[in-house]
């Protein structure tokens, strides 16, 4: 929930200044800037609350990647490495930073060990 | 006209390397901003894929070409066997340039812990290498100083390579197996033909030797 409510996360129904098209996720997006990018999900048409931990799909597909919370971090040890990356019209890599960047989300883990709790 | 041929086999074999350029470098070369953005959303991705692809695309062609020659009668089809094999090498080279290079940019500490640690890494790094000593030994001189019997047993570290080649995309794909194991059906079916010819030969030879004795006792 902590993650849900916080300021940087977004429900998005349009994109630069039109509205979202099919493609980017019509009729509506979640955009959470901290997480890979799968968890930002498309095409929203049914939130429900759950009492438990649910799984996710990216999750059972393949455990050693992709944890439940899937925050941008460089240092967990996955299989496909995710220490640099590659920006859109760059050429070099650079090193990813953790939480995306986003220093400001850090606070919600903290107590959390992020190299399990990935 | 085996000539005629190399020269084109030679030209076609280098189609997938131009078209994966002509992508890359798109349709204004000279505008350096705009590289790559031919190849989609993940250029780097697009050029590993890619090259990786076509590396194991001339492994599998190579292999063919014994099977193919026996079956269609078209024992002329070896002389295009080396070339073939050599452009297998010569993809696998730009696909572990493209890694080095493009993707960890030389970075040695993430290579080496890539393939130490990472399975897909070192098994994809095993076919490359094994490559390597059968594209050195291609020539004609070093078939003569090897001796064919010595040449061709080396030169079936080619089937190791192309079974780690296999097992390499199996590893990395991250959740639809379906690519990687057509590759690998393919790779079955060439390699099944080699065991059953073996068979074929090995009982051939033993059915020569069990009638050896009795040709000697009555000479």
């Known amino acids: 929930m902590d993650e849900a409510m916080h300021p940087l996360t977004l429900l998005c129904f349009g994109m630069y200044g039109g509205s979202l098209a099919n493609q980017d996720g019509a009729p509506l997006r979640l955009i959470v800037p901290w997480k890979y990018g799968f968890k930002s999900a498309k095409a929203i048409v049914k939130i429900s609350f759950t009492d438990k931990q649910p799984n996710t799909t990216w999750n059972e597909a393949n455990p050693h990647d992709f944890g439940f919370y899937s925050n941008v971090n460089p240092n967990v040890d996955r299989y496909h490495s995710q220490a640099h990356e590659h920006r859109l019209g760059e050429f070099r890599p650079r090193p990813t930073l953790m939480f995306n960047g986003y220093d400001q989300v850090a606070g919600m883990y903290s107590g959390m060990d992020l190299a399990k709790n990935y | ?219």
């Open chain 2, 1 to 219: 006209m085996i000539r005629i041929i190399k020269v084109v086999v030679f030209i076609v074999c280098l189609v997938p390397l131009g078209l994966l350029a002509w992508r890359f470098f798109g349709a204004h070369p000279s505008d350096m901003t705009n590289w790559g953005a031919g190849l989609g959303a993940n250029p780097v991705e697009a050029l590993e894929h890619g090259t990786g692809d076509w590396t194991l695309r001339f492994l599998l062609i190579t292999l063919a070409i014994t099977p193919l020659r026996k079956l269609l009668r078209m024992p002329a089809l070896i002389k295009f066997r080396r070339m073939l094999g050599l452009f297998a090498f010569f993809y696998g080279c730009l696909h572990f340039t493209t890694y080095l290079w493009v993707d960890k940019f030389f970075n040695v500490h993430e290579i080496l812990a890539d393939i130490v640690k990472r399975k897909y890494i070192t098994v994809g790094f095993l076919a490359f290498v094994l490559l390597v000593p059968l594209a050195v030994t291609s020539t004609a001189g070093w078939i003569r100083r090897l001796g064919g019997k010595r040449w061709q047993a080396l030169h079936r570290l080619i089937y190791f390579s192309a079974i780690a080649g296999v097992i390499h995309y199996v590893w990395l794909v991250k959740a639809d197996i379906h690519k990687p194991l057509e590759y690998g059906a393919i790779l079955a079916a060439l390699l099944a033909y080699r065991v059953i010819m073996w068979q074929r030969r090995s009982s051939a030879a033993r059915s020569s030797l069990a009638t050896l004795p009795r040709k000697i006792a009555i000479g």
